[in-house]
């Protein structure tokens, strides 16, 4: 059930996704068709937590609010195993539900568009903005970190760490790649799989405790 801009006074996490293309190219042509098939498969996996069901908006963008703000990181993550090899920005807005309710006057849903512009001008992948001045700084810092260290994954990385959130052991995705089991060792810790999750654990456990204002 959509969300009530009017009346529901619950702190939401919106997340906005934009495919980001390199300079030069245009987007494919099925790639409204793979973010569609990609928002089901979010909204299946996070649906006790769905303040607003993801969908794409236009052309490129995908848009969708969580009700529980802690589940943020792990679900742009999933967003990005999902949907590689391709690129995706992506900007998080933190706030109560009703207009106006958090310090710069701006909804969740403007903090999200806006966060997605810093990320885009600072050449990033995701940025937050809405969990209060001071926390943003921490957050978007430990963002910038996390910047190099996911663009730089090579496809085979994407695959790798992809299929180990789904199966769980390295043995079990080295069968199914048709790899060695050290060859899926190399390529996760190529990837900076456990690096990106530990920050996505530390990122789920601050915005835990940010409160509405």
Not at 14 to 41: M, N, Q
Not at 89 to 107: F, T, W
Request: hydrophobic residues 45%.
């Amino acid at each position: 059930m959509p969300i009530d801009l009017r009346r529901d006074p619950r702190l939401i996490a919106v997340v906005f996704a934009t495919v980001a293309v390199p300079r030069g190219r245009s987007r494919g042509a099925d790639i409204a068709a793979h973010l569609a098939d990609v928002s089901r498969r979010v909204n299946q996996v996070f649906a006790p937590a769905l303040a607003e069901p993801f969908g794409p908006r236009s052309d490129g963008e995908l848009q969708g609010a969580l009700s529980d703000p802690a589940q943020a990181p792990l679900c742009v993550s999933l967003l990005r195993e999902w949907l590689a090899p391709t690129h995706i920005r992506v900007g998080i807005g933190i706030g109560a539900v009703e207009p106006g309710a958090d310090e710069s006057g701006r909804s969740p849903f403007e903090q999200a568009s806006a966060a997605v512009g810093l990320a885009e001008r600072e050449h990033g992948v995701i940025r937050y903005l809405g969990s209060g001045q001071a926390a943003d700084i921490l957050l978007n810092a430990i963002c910038r970190l996390l910047d190099p260290l996911i663009t730089e994954r090579t496809e085979k990385q994407w695959e790798a760490i992809a299929a180990y959130r789904r199966l769980g052991h390295q043995r079990a995705v080295a069968i199914e790649l048709g790899v060695t089991r050290q060859s899926v060792g190399d390529r996760m810790a190529a990837g900076h799989r456990r690096e990106v999750q530990e920050a996505d654990t530390a990122i789920a456990a601050f915005l835990a405790h940010v409160r509405r204002p």
